[in-house]
Every structure is written in structure tokens, then in C-alpha cells.
């Protein structure tokens, strides 16, 4: 994805969601494009938090299995971009784009990684933007 098309989905977003809960991240890897759009979003005014995953996609995406197939996550009946997302996330990692993936799993360790209570409302990727609906991950039984 050309880097100005990106800038200006990752910023519509941004003002989509950011009062959507009491505290809203934008994550975006620190390396290729999300270096350079870290820094023009940093002139727009906008946080973002740079991340510096270890390991590869598959790595990453094998760390989180354990908690999807236990039921721990969970995926809307129905949305725009669902069939898309199955589409990608199905044949990984034999499948021909994994940028989705990538995100999904960066978005799973760092919920089940955050304190309890906070607001999650994706992560986008150097490779594309995953719009979901704000989710919120309560403690104490709630």
C-alpha cells in the first residue's frame, strides 16, 4: 500500500476510534513504512506506539492458537471485512497474505498482555489496516 494512502487510513481511523474508550493506542510496527509513518503522524500531533515484534509472523501467530482454540477470542457474526479476514487467516501460513494475520496476532499478545479493563481497538500493520469495532476486555467477572 503507497505510503500516503496508508497515512490517511491509519489518521482516519485514529479519529474514528479515539474517543471510543478512556484510552485509545495506535500500534504500528517500527520498521519499513511504519518508521516513516510513525514520524508524519508525530507532525499531524498523533501518538503512536512503535512495536519491535520478536520472531516471524508464523511465530507470532503460533503464540496465540493456544487461545483461540479455547474460545478465548471472538469474531462478530457479521461484518464488512470478515470474509476478507477468513479468507487470509485460513490458509496461514501457506496463503498468499499474511499482513491481516500479523495483526491479529500483535492485537491478541498485546490484550491478553495489558492490564485488565483497557479498550482495544486494533492494531494496523506496515502492510494494511484491520478496522475493527471496539472491544473492551473487562476483569473481575464482569
Known amino acids: 500500500m503507497p505510503a500516503g494512502i496508508l497515512k490517511r ?3 482516519a481511523v485514529h479519529r474514528q476510534w479515539r474517543n471510543a474508550c478512556s484510552r485509545f493506542e495506535l500500534v504500528i510496527e517500527n520498521k519499513g513504512s511504519g518508521m516513516s509513518l510513525i514520524q508524519d503522524l508525530k507532525r499531524e500531533h498523533i501518538s503512536a ?14 503464540a496465540q492458537t493456544a487461545r483461540i482454540e479455547a ?3 471472538l469474531l462478530p457474526r457479521q461484518a464488512a471485512w470478515l470474509d476478507d479476514f477468513r479468507a487470509e ?32 481497538v486494533g492494531i494496523i500493520s506496515v502492510g494494511g489496516v484491520i ?10 467477572g464482569e
Open 49 to 62: 506506539i512503535a512495536v519491535d515484534p520478536e520472531g516471524d509472523k508464523a511465530m507470532r501467530m503460533n
Open 71 to 73: 474460545g478465548s477470542v
Open 131 to 140: 478496522d475493527w469495532s471496539v472491544s473492551e476486555r473487562l476483569g473481575g
Open 9 to 11: 487510513k491509519v489518521i
Open 89 to 120: 487467516i485460513l490458509p496461514f501460513p501457506a496463503g498468499r497474505y499474511s499482513d491481516q494475520i500479523d495483526a491479529f496476532s500483535q492485537a491478541q499478545h498485546r490484550a491478553f498482555s495489558a492490564p485488565r479493563g483497557e479498550c482495544f
